[in-house]
Each structure stands twice: as C-alpha cells, then as structure tokens.
C-alpha cells in the first residue's frame, strides 16, 4: 500500500487534485481509499464534510464518515475539546489510518486546512506525511509571489524532514499568472529540487463558487430569485461608498456579488443594472420593495444576513468551491485535467515503487 498526501491551503483544490488522481489511478488497475484526518468547522452546527460525501461516493468506500473524517477542528480548537482529550487525538487518527489503508493499493490523504495547521499537537501535514510514511503532492495556487516564498520554505521543511515529496502541482492558475508561473515560479520551485507535476489555468466551473455556497456560509435568507442559486461569483465588491464612486467598480466586476447595507437600496438597484450574481443585504434591514421587484425581474437573487458588512465580508474568505457527488460534469472537468496538465509519470513511479 502506498500512501499520497495532498497539501497545500483550502480552496486551491488538494480535493479536486485528489479525486482526479484517484480516478486516473483507478483506471490504472489500483484500488482506491480515502482519508481526511482533519475537517475544519467555521460555525457551531456540525454537518458531514463535503469532501467525505464526494469521496465515498466516487470510490465506493465502505467506511462511515468518523472514520474517514475522524477530527474536526475549528480556528478556536485549543480553547475547545482538544485541550480535554488531545492525549487520544493521535491515536484516533492511526486508528483510521489503519482502517482505511486495509485491502486498498493506494490511500489519499487529504491534508488540512493549511500545512502548517495543528502544528502544536503534532498533527500538522509535515507531521503526519512523515508520521505514516506518505509522499506529497503539494497543490500551491500561486495568486502573487508571496505565495511563491510560502511553497519555498514548506519545500524545505519536507526536505528536513526527509519526506518524500512527488511534486508540486501549480493549480488554479489565473490567465494573469499564467505565463509568470511557467517562466518564473516553475524554474524557481525546480531549483529548490521541488519537480513541477503541472501548471493547471483555472476551471472556472469548478473553482468558482456559486451563490448557494455562499448563502450556505453566511446563513443569509433567501429574498428573491431563489430558483438561481446556481450562479457563479467571479468577485466580490462592497457597496459603502457613493454611487457615483461605486458605478466604475460595478461595471468592472462581471457576475459578482455586492455586499451592501439593506439600507442601500440605491446601491443596490444600480447594481441590478450591471453584471450582478447575488445582492447580499447586511444588518438585518429589509430593503425596499423596489429592490426585491426589480430583482425578481432580472432573476438576481438577493440574500439577507444579521451581520455587518465586515464581518460579512469575513465569513466569506472561507468560501470555495465543492464538488458534489451528482455533479457529473464536474468530475469529468477534474479527471480531464489530470490527463491534460498533469505529468502523470512520477507519480506513477511512486505507486509502483
């Protein structure tokens, strides 16, 4: 059995690279497991992971979601449960390990919700990778150089520690990034000995999330047009200014979603005129009659929330997208990627040994 642990931050898809892995190595001959010692829970009520329903679906795995999932964490969690019982939080993920490995030819593990997380108890992805004798492929989406100099110095930390690392993959690459990734972070990852699996653009319909995603993080309620929460947010833009100063940004944002007081309803309606996914109303306040009209008109839906708008803007940092298990044509899009950007041979070199 060999062990592949994706690493790498939440949202640059380390699942997506996984599943598409998965399937391509399951068409190699190779039985296939999943493991995700470390969910992450943002608010109070717990739901299964995303993650565990996609991959239990798509692998036919027979294991209930605890043991594929077994520890949840939240931004708080040594103020939390872990500070009780973080004697037993180890142990607990050898056990599932252990289970999870059994009868399969190669075991993916989902790293958390960044490498470094969990690093004071020892659960970390550099801590873990080494711990059970993992290789890495470490998903780095490179948005500006500092995540570049962030990649570097977790390539060292591997390399410390002796852990075998597969390759890098450069994923979800914007048009922008897309020729300084090939011409600059590229040979600058090879220096550090760090081989490049790939440079994948990125696939807007799997990266970018989508309206329900958004209501879903914010626990907003829905005012109009909920028969299009299906809608992709390309952007984010908040509405505090004067419209005047606001119009140049609403124009410039196609298929956002503006973030504005409930008592904007200026703001709100202009915005109704542009390339608008979602209006989400902060404060509690119900907004204008004319809003809701005229939204329903340009099938926009407009969600409702109790926050402020910061800590509305907040919530949503958190927000990427999931691929659901009966969304075919996304699991087509991920497994496609795999043949067309990703240089399959060293990986394949790792499973076979």
């Known amino acids: 059995m060999k062990a592949i642990y994706f690493s790498g931050k939440a949202g640059d898809g380390k699942t997506a690279t996984a599943l598409g892995v998965g399937l391509k190595l399951q068409e190699e001959g190779f039985k296939i497991s999943y493991f995700k010692p470390l969910g992450f829970q943002k608010g109070v009520a717990k739901k299964e992971d995303d993650d565990v329903l996609l991959m239990r679906e798509v692998f036919k795995l027979p294991f209930p979601g605890d043991v594929i999932c077994p520890v ?18 180890l142990p607990l993920l050898d056990e599932s390990f252990n289970r999870l490995k059994e ?10 919700v960044a490498p470094h997380t969990g690093y004071n108890q020892g659960f970390d992805d550099f801590s873990l990778s080494e711990r059970w004798g993992a290789g890495v492929i470490y998903v ?15 390539s060292e930390l591997w390399e410390c520690r002796k852990i075998k690392v597969i390759g890098a993959l450069l994923n979800n690459v914007s048009r922008a990034q897309l020729d300084k990734s090939k011409g600059i972070y590229k040979p600058l990852l090879e220096e550090r000995k760090l081989p490049v699996l790939g440079i994948v653009p990125r696939q807007e319909e799997i990266a970018t999330p989508t309206v329900a995603e958004f209501c879903s993080a914010l626990n907003g309620e829905i005012l ?7 809608r992709l947010v390309e952007d984010v833009v908040v509405g505090t200014m004067t419209i005047e100063s606001a119009l140049s940004y609403l124009r410039r944002a196609p298929n956002k979603a503006l973030i504005t007081g409930g008592d904007r309803s200026d703001m709100a309606l202009t915005a109704l005129e542009t390339s608008t996914s979602v209006i989400i109303l902060t404060g509690g306040l119900y907004p204008n009659v004319r809003v809701l009209a005229r939204a329903e ?31 075919e044509a ?17 990986v394949l070199n790792y499973v076979k040994g």
């Open 330 to 346: 996304a699991i087509k899009i991920v497994r496609k990627v795999i043949d067309t950007y990703m240089n399959w041979e060293p």
């Open 297 to 327: 008109e340009k099938g926009v839906p407009v969600i409702l929330v109790h926050e402020d708008t910061y800590t509305t803007l907040e919530n949503l940092h958190s927000v990427y997208r999931s691929i659901h298990p009966d969304n």
């Open 140 to 154: 780095l989406q490179a948005d500006s150089d500092f995540d570049l100099d962030m990649g570097l110095l977790y």
């Open 103 to 112: 009868g399969c030819d190669v075991l993916l593990i989902d790293g958390g």
């Open 224 to 230: 109009a047009a909920p028969e299009n929460m299906n």
């Open 72 to 89: 949840t964490l939240n931004p708080h969690y040594l103020t939390g449960f872990l500070l009780k019982g973080k004697e037993n939080v």
